[in-house]
Each structure stands twice: as structure tokens, then as C-alpha cells.
């Protein structure tokens, strides 16, 4: 059993950066890639960006253009989600996600962090 815990969500104002952490913990934890995801009241959860934990590739939400950066710490099993130049539309619970292998889904969560980001 793999646990995802997020931190470094909050209230930040338009043009502002927040940095996203994910920390992992388990037996024996390993990952193909993890992975950012986000869900705003209302909305559909949304792929924001997802890094493979060996080879440190990273992939992108047409969104981001930019504006985020996804990195991982593999010593310390964390991932982090750099974003700046925020908008009131990134407002939404972010959550981190770990695909075990490259033929599987992401299915471990966590509990999510909440960005909000105001006008």
C-alpha cells in the first residue's frame, strides 16, 4: 500500500507562484511515473502534468504553456509541482497520483491540496 500526501496549497493572488510537494511512503515504493491532476467544483478532474520517476521525462497539460514545472526527488519519494504566473482558473484541488507501471492506470491518490487563486 502506497500513501500520497500533498502539501503547499493555499490563497494567492493573481500572478503569484505556489510550489505543490507530494511525499510517498510504503513498503518497497516504487513508480513507473507520478503524476499531477486537478479538479475544480463543477468541473471534470484534469491531467496537469506527470514526470517518470527513473528517467525524470516530463509531460504536460496543453494549459500549463509554460507556466508549470513538475520535478521529483527520488530520495526522498516526493514530487513537486512548481507553478507560477497563477490565474484564477488553475483555482482548484490538486491532486498527486502514482502509476505503478507503464500498462497500468494511475491508482494511488492523495488526499489533494487546495489552490485557490484570486483576481
Known amino acids: 500500500q502506497v500513501q500520497l500526501v500533498e502539501s503547499g496549497g493555499g490563497l494567492v493572488q493573481a500572478g503569484g507562484s505556489l510550489r505543490l510537494s507530494c511525499v510517498a511512503s510504503g513498503r518497497a515504493f516504487s513508480s513507473y511515473a507520478m503524476g499531477w491532476f486537478r479538479q475544480a467544483p463543477g468541473k471534470e478532474r484534469e491531467f496537469v502534468a506527470s514526470i517518470k520517476w527513473n528517467s525524470g521525462s516530463t509531460n504536460y497539460g496543453d494549459f500549463v504553456k509554460g507556466r508549470f514545472t513538475i520535478s521529483r526527488d527520488n530520495a526522498k519519494n516526493t514530487v513537486f509541482l512548481q507553478m507560477n504566473s497563477l490565474k484564477p482558473e488553475d483555482s482548484a484541488v490538486y491532486y498527486c497520483?502514482?502509476?505503478?507501471?507503464?500498462?497500468?492506470?494511475?491508482?494511488?491518490w492523495g488526499q489533494g491540496t487546495q489552490v485557490t487563486v484570486s483576481s
Open positions: 497520483a502514482r502509476k505503478p507501471s507503464i500498462i497500468l492506470q494511475y491508482e494511488d
